[in-house]
């Protein structure tokens, strides 16, 4: 983070707000017949489909702002039980940052509490086979998660 503000989370690039549904791909028609959306990360939604049996996704432009809209099985926490406990809602935010651990500890030591990290295999998005992601629970600061991942070649809504 040289030449940066320690005390804040070097962003890159606004991502998407993540969607957990139970039905993605009624939630990707309403939103692209009632607002005008397209569908768009196409490749992006089949990788994260392939993480296991059962997972939905569809990635929505509404515009400018991206939408990912999951259906998590049971075992893919928190959203599986976000999805259980309160249904159909967003989930989190997510950036591009710049400096994955500087952000993580910015995060934590204003008070954010890691609540999932897992390696997503991003393919040519990335520089390595997988990208570490974090996603931080800020609601007690922020009102939202935050879901963040450092990867240079993303621009929300313009990965394969």
């Known amino acids: ?47 994260v489909r392939a993480l296991a049996v059962g997972v939905g996704c569809v990635h929505v432009r509404v515009t400018g ?32 940052v710049d400096g994955l651990e500087d952000a993580r500890q910015v995060l934590e030591a204003a008070g954010a509490v890691k609540v999932a990290e897992m390696d997503m295999p991003l393919g040519g998005l990335s520089e390595t086979e997988v990208n570490r992601v974090y996603v931080m629970d800020a609601r007690q600061q922020a009102g939202i998660r935050i879901e963040m991942a450092d990867v240079p070649r993303w621009v929300g809504g313009q990965a394969p």
């Open 1 to 47: 983070m040289s030449g940066t503000d320690p005390a804040r989370v070097p962003i890159r690039g606004w991502l998407h707000i993540e969607v957990v549904h139970p039905d993605p791909d009624a939630a990707a028609k309403f939103l692209c017949d009632k607002l005008g959306g397209e569908i768009v990360e196409r490749e992006l939604s089949a990788t």
């Open 65 to 96: 702002v991206v939408f990912q809209l999951v259906r998590p099985i049971e075992g893919l926490e928190p959203w599986y039980s976000v999805l259980k406990q309160q249904g159909p809602c967003v989930h989190n935010v997510t950036f591009n």
